[in-house]
């Protein structure tokens, strides 16, 4: 700790002594920037690098309004990734939420936002992934042949058998024989409600 300045010392002469002390103890060697020029006049040098240091952006700084505005201009890209329209929807959902939320108590300065449209969102990813659409019009999720069919059907059938079921016929599920006995009371009582 810095000790005080004694009674009746002029603080330039004060000072002057510590800086001396401190030269004479090596306080001043190997100083991080030594020999390095002296950063810019810019005064947001200091944001720039505290925000590198954080590992923060500089849209973390911008008022609410403008986060969203730039949000909403981000919005291709960010859905351009997306695999499926359920999280394109989610997506937009979001964005959507924020802009009510401020919406419903704006601050910062008034910049005129608006909600996103679902479907002018959707029309634009479904072109960015270039969807081709069948002879319906609807979308084509790339035909199957019936070779690729069958192989899906027979694991999807593999699979059931190892988990106890036997077979699945307009979502009902009929078990194994060791099941029905099993529970077979129940079924009949099940099915006597029908």
Do not use: C
Not at 42 to 54: E, F, K
Not at 63 to 70: G, I, Q, V, W, Y
């Amino acid at each position: 700790m810095t000790e005080r300045k004694p009674p009746r010392t002029t603080f330039e002469s004060w000072v002057e002594t510590q800086i001396r002390n401190a030269y004479e103890r090596g306080d001043f060697e190997n100083l991080a920037g030594a020999g390095k020029p002296i950063p810019s006049g810019d005064a947001d040098d200091w944001v720039r690098g505290y925000l590198r240091r954080q590992g923060l952006s500089a849209d973390d700084l911008l008022p609410e309004p403008l986060r969203l505005r730039k949000d909403i201009e981000r919005l291709p890209d960010t859905v351009r990734g997306a695999r499926t329209e359920h999280e394109v929807r989610a997506e937009v959902a979001r964005l959507n939420r924020r802009i009510a939320e401020w919406l419903r108590n704006p601050s910062g300065p008034q910049v005129p936002i608006r909600r996103v449209d679902v479907d002018e969102v959707l029309a634009r990813w479904r072109a960015g992934r270039g969807t081709r659409t069948g002879p319906a019009g609807g979308p084509d999720h790339g035909r199957l042949d019936e070779e690729t069919r069958r192989a899906r059907r027979a694991l999807a059938a593999a699979a059931l058998t190892e988990a106890g079921y036997g077979e699945i016929r307009r979502a009902e599920v009929r078990f194994e024989r060791a099941r029905r006995r099993r529970f077979g009371r129940f079924f009949r009582r099940l099915r006597a409600a029908r």
